[in-house]
C-alpha cells in the first residue's frame, strides 16, 4: 500500500540555522507534491507546490526539491526564525484536481 | 485571500447524540469540499469529498450513515456525526480549492481552522 512518511522526531533547531525536513513515499506516482504548515488547534496553510518535472522551487525563505527517483522531497527553511516553529506537514496528489494524501508532519521548534 | 471558515470551533457532546459542524467559503465559491480527520499527533486523514449538489464521496472505511455530508449551497457543506461515541473524538478539519487555487495545475487547498469535537 501507499506510504508517505515524513520524520515523526520533533526537530529542534538553533535561529539562523537551516532546518531541513523529509518527505519519503513509496508504492505512489505522485504529479504534484505540497507543503502546508500547521499551527497547533489549527488547520494546515499551504506553503509550496512542485510538480514531477521539477526539481527545485524557492519561496522566500522556503525552498523544496522533489526527486522522483528517490521518491523524495527535502523541504528547507534558511535563517530560520522561531516564528517558524509549527508542524509541517507533505502531500502528495496523482493528478491536477485528485485528493491529497497527507504525511505524518514534522514539528519544528526554532529556539532562539 | 480565499477563507473557508468552521463552525463551532469546539463542541463537547454526550454519547449518543448528534453534532452537526458547518464549513463556509468566504467570498468564493466552492462546488468541492473536503472534510478530514485528524487524531492527536497524526497526520489528516480524508474522510469523504463533499460535491455541491449531490451526495458525497466517501473514503473507504468511513461509515456514510454515521458522519453525513450536506453541501446544499456554493459556500456551505455540513458534517454531522451521528450518535457519537468517544471514539469520534478528534478534530474535524474541512477544506476547499478556491478559483484561484489552482497553482501549476493542481489543487491548492485552503483549510478551515478545524472543529474539535469532544464526546463524553
Known amino acids: 500500500s501507499q506510504k508517505i512518511e515524513q520524520n515523526s522526531e520533533a526537530l529542534n533547531i538553533q535561529e539562523g540555522k537551516t532546518a531541513t525536513l523529509t518527505c519519503n513515499y513509496t508504492n505512489y506516482s505522485p504529479a504534484y507534491l505540497q507543503w502546508y504548515r500547521q499551527d497547533p488547534g489549527r488547520g494546515p496553510v499551504f506553503l509550496l507546490l512542485?510538480?514531477?518535472?521539477?526539481k527545485e522551487k524557492r519561496k522566500e525563505r522556503l525552498k523544496v526539491t522533489f526527486d522522483t527517483t528517490l521518491k523524495q522531497s527535502l523541504f528547507h527553511i534558511t535563517a530560520s526564525q522561531p516564528a517558524d516553529s509549527a508542524t509541517y506537514l507533505c502531500?502528495?496528489?496523482?493528478?491536477?484536481?485528485?485528493?491529497?494524501?497527507f504525511g505524518g508532519g514534522t514539528r519544528v521548534l526554532v529556539k532562539p | 485571500g480565499a477563507v473557508v471558515s468552521q463552525h463551532p470551533s469546539w463542541v463537547i457532546c454526550k454519547s449518543g447524540t448528534s453534532v452537526k459542524i458547518e464549513c463556509r467559503s468566504l467570498?468564493?465559491?466552492?462546488?468541492?469540499m473536503f472534510w478530514y480527520r485528524q487524531f492527536p499527533k497524526q497526520s489528516l486523514m480524508l474522510m469523504a469529498t463533499?460535491?455541491?449538489?449531490?451526495?458525497?464521496?466517501?473514503e473507504q472505511g468511513v461509515e456514510k450513515d454515521k458522519f453525513l455530508i450536506n453541501h446544499a449551497s456554493l459556500t456551505l457543506s455540513t458534517l454531522t456525526v451521528t450518535s457519537a461515541h468517544p471514539e469520534d473524538s478528534s478534530f474535524y478539519i474541512c477544506?476547499?480549492?478556491?478559483?484561484?487555487?489552482?497553482?501549476?495545475?493542481?489543487?491548492?487547498?485552503?483549510f478551515g481552522a478545524g472543529s474539535r469535537l469532544t464526546v463524553l
Open positions: 512542485i510538480r514531477e518535472n521539477e
Open positions: 477544506s476547499a480549492t478556491p478559483r484561484g487555487g489552482i497553482h501549476s495545475g493542481a489543487n491548492v487547498l485552503t
Open positions: 463533499s460535491n455541491e449538489g449531490s451526495k458525497a464521496t466517501y
Open positions: 467570498d468564493f465559491q466552492a462546488t468541492t
Open positions: 502531500a502528495l496528489s496523482r493528478a491536477a484536481g485528485n485528493k491529497l494524501t
